[in-house]
């Protein structure tokens, strides 16, 4: 059985374009929906992983602690992160749940430690055990701040966690976010800017030039670091990046039927 590994972005699931710290209850919900019913037709196991979107990003440009935590304030300011994400990661699950699927949480601060903000250890075999206990279990990361041995501690992207995850896993790899896949500038702000259908090894330096970091607060470098957080895997994954905000588009990528976006293979 496949195993699929799905980051719902923080653009979508939080107010993140009004920078507002509330979560898209509603969103989430056909999410939800749309997850249930591709589970319902065959879709295999699913490993969730959701970004912060304002609940992650500002706490941690407040508090200055993109490069590192030390002093008392960068302390507080850690654990506030850190609690800010566990509020929106309990709305995600409760969306979950309310459909019924198997959500459980799987904070990344108590099963990884990184150092200069690359993962080093990542204790994944709960997860694994989990999905052979039953596929139906969901288990649900979400961008963290985790113990780093060089920074004391540090931000790990939900686009890391989902590379890190698809590599370990040798899942298939869906990065749900807010346009539809990767063009050759940024979609928001260049009206000229052109789908890239397909990236792999002949094109991904090229399209890397062509992707900016995003105009929101992101400190995980948007869309840039979705890219390089899959090429630095090195593990011949497959992804697709696509738009949640496209109504069944979740549900069909989860069965593999067509739906526009990104196609990677590295
Ligand atoms: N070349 C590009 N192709 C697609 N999106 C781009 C590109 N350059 C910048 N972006 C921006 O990247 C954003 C997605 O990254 P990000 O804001 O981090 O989303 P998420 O919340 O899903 O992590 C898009 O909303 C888009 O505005
Ligand atoms: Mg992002």
């Known amino acids: 059985m496949e195993t699929t590994v799905l980051k719902l972005?923080?653009?979508?699931?939080?107010?993140?374009?009004a920078n507002r710290r509330s979560a898209r209850v509603d969103v989430l919900r056909r999410l939800a929906r749309e997850l249930r019913s591709a589970r319902e037709q065959g879709a295999g196991r699913i490993v969730l992983v959701h970004g912060a979107g304002p609940f992650g990003h500002s706490l941690v440009a407040e508090h200055g602690i993109a490069d590192g935590v030390?002093?008392?304030?960068?302390?507080?300011g850690f654990v506030a992160t850190h609690a800010s994400m566990r509020e929106l990661d309990e709305l995600v699950l409760g969306a979950l749940r309310a459909e019924g699927l198997l959500a459980v949480a799987l904070p990344p601060c108590a099963c990884?430690?990184?150092e200069r903000r690359a993962v080093r250890d990542f204790f994944v075999e709960p997860i694994e055990r989990l999905l052979a206990l039953d596929a139906r279990i969901i288990p649900v990361l979400y961008g963290d701040m985790v113990a780093d041995r060089a920074l004391g501690a540090s931000v790990v992207s939900g686009d890391v966690l989902v590379a890190e995850l698809g590599r370990r896993l040798r899942a298939r790899v869906l990065l749900g976010t807010d346009v539809p896949g990767i063009f050759t500038a940024d979609p928001k702000r260049d009206p000229a800017a052109r789908p890239v259908p397909r990236i792999d090894r002949g094109n991904l330096a090229a399209v890397l030039e062509s992707v900016s970091p995003?105009?929101?607060?992101?400190?995980?470098?948007?869309?840039?670091?979705?890219?390089?957080a899959i090429a630095a895997s090195l593990?011949?994954?497959?992804?697709?990046v696509f738009d949640l905000g496209e109504q069944g588009a979740l549900e069909r990528a989860l069965l593999r039927r067509p739906v526009a976006g990104t196609e990677i293979l590295l």
């Not at 972005?9 to 374009?17: C, F, L």
């Not at 995003?214 to 390089?228: H, P, Q």
């Open 235 to 240: 593990a011949g994954l497959e992804v697709l």
């Open 9 to 17: 972005g923080g653009g979508v699931v939080t107010e993140k374009d």
């Open 214 to 228: 995003a105009a929101t607060v992101d400190v995980t470098r948007g869309m840039r670091g979705k890219l390089e």
């Open 112 to 114: 990884l430690v990184q």
């Open 70 to 76: 030390a002093s008392p304030r960068q302390v507080e």
